[in-house]
Protein backbone atom coordinates (compact mmCIF):
# COMPACT_ATOMS: atom_id res chain seq x y z
CA UNK A 1 0.00 0.00 0.00
CA UNK A 2 1.24 3.44 -1.23
CA UNK A 3 0.72 6.80 0.99
CA UNK A 4 1.78 10.07 0.66
CA UNK A 5 4.18 11.19 3.24
CA UNK A 6 2.65 14.87 4.75
CA UNK A 7 5.01 17.51 5.93
CA UNK A 8 4.04 19.44 9.51
CA UNK A 9 1.76 22.15 7.54
CA UNK A 10 -0.41 19.19 5.91
CA UNK A 11 0.77 19.44 2.78
CA UNK A 12 1.67 16.52 0.82
CA UNK A 13 5.27 16.18 -0.14
CA UNK A 14 6.74 14.87 -3.52
CA UNK A 15 7.58 11.89 -1.48
CA UNK A 16 5.53 8.34 -1.18
CA UNK A 17 6.03 5.67 1.36
CA UNK A 18 5.20 2.01 0.62
CA UNK A 19 3.32 0.24 3.82
CA UNK A 20 3.65 -3.02 4.33
CA UNK A 21 0.66 -4.74 3.28
CA UNK A 22 1.45 -8.46 5.59
CA UNK A 23 1.32 -5.65 8.73
CA UNK A 24 -1.36 -2.58 7.19
CA UNK A 25 -3.38 -4.79 4.99
CA UNK A 26 -4.16 -7.98 6.15
CA UNK A 27 -7.41 -9.73 6.69
CA UNK A 28 -8.75 -8.40 10.24
CA UNK A 29 -8.86 -10.87 13.10
CA UNK A 30 -11.99 -10.06 15.46
CA UNK A 31 -11.61 -12.40 18.41
CA UNK A 32 -8.05 -11.58 18.41
CA UNK A 33 -8.69 -8.16 18.73
CA UNK A 34 -11.43 -8.85 21.52
CA UNK A 35 -8.93 -11.10 23.07
CA UNK A 36 -6.32 -8.19 23.04
CA UNK A 37 -8.30 -5.16 24.04
CA UNK A 38 -10.41 -7.51 26.58
CA UNK A 39 -6.90 -7.90 28.22
CA UNK A 40 -6.06 -4.22 28.19
CA UNK A 41 -9.23 -3.19 29.97
CA UNK A 42 -8.68 -6.18 32.57
CA UNK A 43 -5.12 -4.85 33.20
CA UNK A 44 -6.22 -1.53 33.91
CA UNK A 45 -8.36 -2.59 36.66
CA UNK A 46 -7.07 -1.90 40.46
CA UNK A 47 -9.50 -5.32 41.87
CA UNK A 48 -9.53 -3.74 45.06
CA UNK A 49 -12.87 -3.96 45.61
CA UNK A 50 -13.84 -5.97 48.50
CA UNK A 51 -17.18 -6.18 50.96
CA UNK A 52 -17.57 -7.53 54.57
CA UNK A 53 -18.76 -11.21 54.96
CA UNK A 54 -20.85 -12.29 58.08
CA UNK A 55 -17.86 -13.08 60.10
CA UNK A 56 -15.81 -9.73 59.46
CA UNK A 57 -18.43 -7.57 60.99
CA UNK A 58 -18.58 -6.73 64.51
CA UNK A 59 -21.89 -6.56 66.14
CA UNK A 60 -23.82 -7.14 68.92
CA UNK A 61 -24.33 -11.24 69.61
CA UNK A 62 -28.21 -10.39 71.11
CA UNK A 63 -30.77 -11.82 69.68
CA UNK A 64 -32.99 -9.85 68.14
CA UNK A 65 -36.42 -10.77 68.90
CA UNK A 66 -37.59 -14.09 70.10
CA UNK A 67 -37.53 -17.56 68.52
CA UNK A 68 -41.72 -18.43 68.20
CA UNK A 69 -44.68 -16.38 68.68
CA UNK A 70 -43.71 -13.27 66.35
CA UNK A 71 -45.32 -14.71 63.10
CA UNK A 72 -41.89 -13.53 61.34
CA UNK A 73 -38.79 -15.95 60.60
CA UNK A 74 -36.48 -16.35 63.03
CA UNK A 75 -34.03 -13.47 63.39
CA UNK A 76 -31.06 -14.59 65.48
CA UNK A 77 -28.60 -11.83 64.30
CA UNK A 78 -28.02 -8.33 63.43
CA UNK A 79 -25.10 -9.16 61.31
CA UNK A 80 -27.36 -10.80 58.93
CA UNK A 81 -27.48 -10.27 55.27
CA UNK A 82 -31.27 -9.71 55.38
CA UNK A 83 -30.62 -6.64 57.57
CA UNK A 84 -29.71 -3.11 56.36
CA UNK A 85 -26.08 -3.12 57.68
CA UNK A 86 -25.75 -6.20 57.70
CA UNK A 87 -23.03 -8.18 55.70
CA UNK A 88 -23.10 -9.27 52.40
CA UNK A 89 -23.57 -12.64 50.76
CA UNK A 90 -21.11 -13.51 48.27
CA UNK A 91 -19.68 -9.95 48.08
CA UNK A 92 -16.54 -9.41 45.87
CA UNK A 93 -13.07 -9.65 47.71
CA UNK A 94 -9.57 -8.25 45.87
CA UNK A 95 -8.73 -9.94 42.88
CA UNK A 96 -6.12 -9.39 40.07
CA UNK A 97 -7.99 -9.56 36.54
CA UNK A 98 -5.10 -10.27 34.46
CA UNK A 99 -4.71 -13.04 32.12
CA UNK A 100 -1.78 -13.98 29.82
CA UNK A 101 -2.37 -14.05 26.07
CA UNK A 102 0.56 -15.79 23.00
CA UNK A 103 2.44 -12.97 21.80
CA UNK A 104 2.13 -14.15 18.46
CA UNK A 105 -2.15 -13.02 19.24
CA UNK A 106 -1.50 -9.72 20.65
CA UNK A 107 0.86 -8.91 17.42
CA UNK A 108 -2.22 -10.11 15.14
CA UNK A 109 -4.16 -7.69 16.94
CA UNK A 110 -2.30 -5.23 16.35
CA UNK A 111 -1.54 -5.54 12.90
CA UNK A 112 -5.67 -5.85 12.25
CA UNK A 113 -6.41 -2.90 13.99
CA UNK A 114 -3.97 -0.79 11.75
CA UNK A 115 -5.22 -2.66 8.80
CA UNK A 116 -9.04 -1.60 9.68
CA UNK A 117 -7.32 2.01 10.11
CA UNK A 118 -5.54 1.70 6.57
CA UNK A 119 -9.26 0.90 5.18
CA UNK A 120 -10.74 3.06 6.67
CA UNK A 121 -8.16 5.61 5.63
CA UNK A 122 -7.48 7.06 8.63
CA UNK A 123 -3.31 6.77 8.36
CA UNK A 124 -1.27 9.52 7.73
CA UNK A 125 2.61 8.96 7.31
CA UNK A 126 4.21 12.44 8.21
CA UNK A 127 7.95 14.29 8.08
CA UNK A 128 9.87 13.42 11.26
CA UNK A 129 9.79 16.60 13.23
CA UNK A 130 9.99 18.60 16.23
CA UNK A 131 9.27 21.50 18.27
CA UNK A 132 11.57 24.34 19.35
CA UNK A 133 10.01 24.60 22.77
CA UNK A 134 7.54 23.04 24.70
CA UNK A 135 4.01 25.04 23.54
CA UNK A 136 0.14 23.39 23.42
CA UNK A 137 -0.02 26.08 20.45
CA UNK A 138 2.18 24.25 18.10
CA UNK A 139 -0.08 20.82 18.41
CA UNK A 140 -2.77 22.65 17.85
CA UNK A 141 -1.56 24.12 14.32
CA UNK A 142 -0.67 20.78 13.68
CA UNK A 143 -3.69 19.40 14.52
CA UNK A 144 -5.40 21.95 12.24
CA UNK A 145 -3.63 21.63 9.31
CA UNK A 146 -4.23 17.84 9.32
CA UNK A 147 -7.74 18.80 9.78
CA UNK A 148 -7.92 16.53 12.44
CA UNK A 149 -9.43 19.08 15.56
CA UNK A 150 -11.66 18.25 17.69
CA UNK A 151 -11.17 14.42 17.24
CA UNK A 152 -9.15 11.49 18.54
CA UNK A 153 -6.07 11.35 17.56
CA UNK A 154 -3.42 9.31 18.23
CA UNK A 155 0.65 10.63 17.34
CA UNK A 156 2.57 7.94 16.99
CA UNK A 157 6.44 8.57 17.18
CA UNK A 158 10.01 6.42 17.05
CA UNK A 159 10.92 8.22 20.78
CA UNK A 160 10.32 10.02 23.43
CA UNK A 161 10.45 13.76 21.96
CA UNK A 162 10.02 16.00 25.23
CA UNK A 163 8.63 19.30 23.31
CA UNK A 164 6.20 16.96 21.44
CA UNK A 165 4.70 15.31 24.60
CA UNK A 166 4.50 18.35 26.66
CA UNK A 167 2.62 20.16 24.21
CA UNK A 168 -0.24 17.50 23.31
CA UNK A 169 -0.26 16.65 27.36
CA UNK A 170 -2.99 19.56 27.35
CA UNK A 171 -5.21 18.57 25.04
CA UNK A 172 -8.01 16.20 26.09
CA UNK A 173 -8.41 14.06 22.70
CA UNK A 174 -4.71 13.88 21.52
CA UNK A 175 -2.02 11.00 22.84
CA UNK A 176 1.16 10.73 21.76
CA UNK A 177 2.83 7.35 21.91
CA UNK A 178 6.15 5.82 20.92
CA UNK A 179 5.93 2.89 17.97
CA UNK A 180 7.43 -0.17 20.52
CA UNK A 181 4.51 0.74 23.11
CA UNK A 182 2.20 0.79 20.36
CA UNK A 183 -1.10 -1.12 21.12
CA UNK A 184 -4.19 -2.51 20.08
CA UNK A 185 -6.77 -0.64 22.20
CA UNK A 186 -4.95 2.58 21.67
CA UNK A 187 -5.13 2.39 17.42
CA UNK A 188 -9.18 1.82 17.58
CA UNK A 189 -9.72 4.41 19.77
CA UNK A 190 -8.53 7.36 18.08
CA UNK A 191 -10.58 8.75 15.11
CA UNK A 192 -6.93 9.19 13.08
CA UNK A 193 -3.38 8.21 13.72
CA UNK A 194 -0.66 10.07 12.15
CA UNK A 195 2.33 8.03 11.63
CA UNK A 196 5.92 9.48 11.66
CA UNK A 197 8.35 8.15 8.59
CA UNK A 198 10.76 6.77 11.54
CA UNK A 199 8.11 5.20 13.26
CA UNK A 200 6.63 3.32 10.37
CA UNK A 201 9.71 1.03 9.98
CA UNK A 202 10.04 0.98 13.47
CA UNK A 203 6.18 -0.95 13.36
CA UNK A 204 7.09 -3.21 10.33
CA UNK A 205 10.19 -4.22 12.07
CA UNK A 206 8.37 -4.97 15.22
CA UNK A 207 5.67 -6.84 13.62
CA UNK A 208 7.30 -8.62 10.84
CA UNK A 209 7.02 -11.93 10.59
Given at each position: MEVAVYNVSGEKTTRKIVLDDGIFGIEPND?????????????????THSS??????????RKLKKQKGTGGARAGSIKSP????GARVFGPHPRDYDFK?????????????????AKDESIMVLEDFTFETPKTKNF??????????????????SSVDMN???????????????????????????SCLLITESSVKEIESIHAN
Open positions: HAIYLDVKQFMANKRQGKEKSQLTGSTLLKGLNKKLKKLARKSALSYKTELLKNFKVEGRKTLLVTVLLSSRNLGKVKVIKAADLNTYEILDA
